[in-house]
């Protein structure tokens, strides 16, 4: 392997550099759309308790059978489709879990060498660093931060 190979390789242009030390300061924010505030699967629960309520409330204030047999069927449409929410809603958890875990290893891995965020650590569940990465780190970091400028 070329010893050199970082010295042949080319550098970053400023304007590139700006570019990715921006990027790593808004990682937070990248968080916040993969860390849903919502669980899909607790409105999907919602929507079976309020179509129980629409049915029984349209069942008992239906006003001659053309109604009754109109509701039956819209009734039946929308347990379906609260069916399908379900099910999709629980593969989108576990997808939706997949990608903080990947969120979180990219983070720890940026943040080993850059500042993520503008905070000291990035927005990860787990920080197993030590002492001597997390020194490492700052040095590589003062050395990006002077080459920025």
């Given at each position: 392997m070329?010893?050199?190979?970082?010295?042949?390789?080319?550098?970053?242009?400023?304007?590139?550099?700006?570019?990715?030390?921006?990027?790593?300061?808004?990682f937070d924010e990248y968080g916040d759309a993969i860390y849903q505030d919502q669980d899909l699967n607790v409105i999907a629960k919602k929507f079976e308790a309020i179509t129980e309520y629409a049915k029984s409330y349209l069942?008992?204030?239906?006003s001659d059978s053309f109604d009754q047999v109109t509701i039956n069927r819209n009734i039946k449409e929308i347990e379906k489709k609260?069916?399908?929410?379900?099910?999709e809603a629980k593969k989108v958890q576990k997808h939706s879990t997949r990608l903080t875990a990947l969120y979180d290893d990219i983070g720890m891995k940026f943040n080993r060498y850059f500042e993520v965020g503008g905070a000291?650590?990035?927005?990860?569940?787990?920080n197993t660093e030590t002492i001597e990465e997390k020194k490492l780190?700052?040095?590589v970091r003062k050395e990006i931060r002077n080459l920025i400028k």
């Open positions: 070329n010893d050199n190979w970082f010295e042949n390789h080319g550098t970053l242009s400023e304007d590139k550099k700006k570019v990715l030390y921006n990027e790593l300061k808004k069942n008992e204030n239906a609260v069916r399908k929410f379900k099910k000291e650590e990035p927005k990860t569940k787990h780190r700052e040095a």
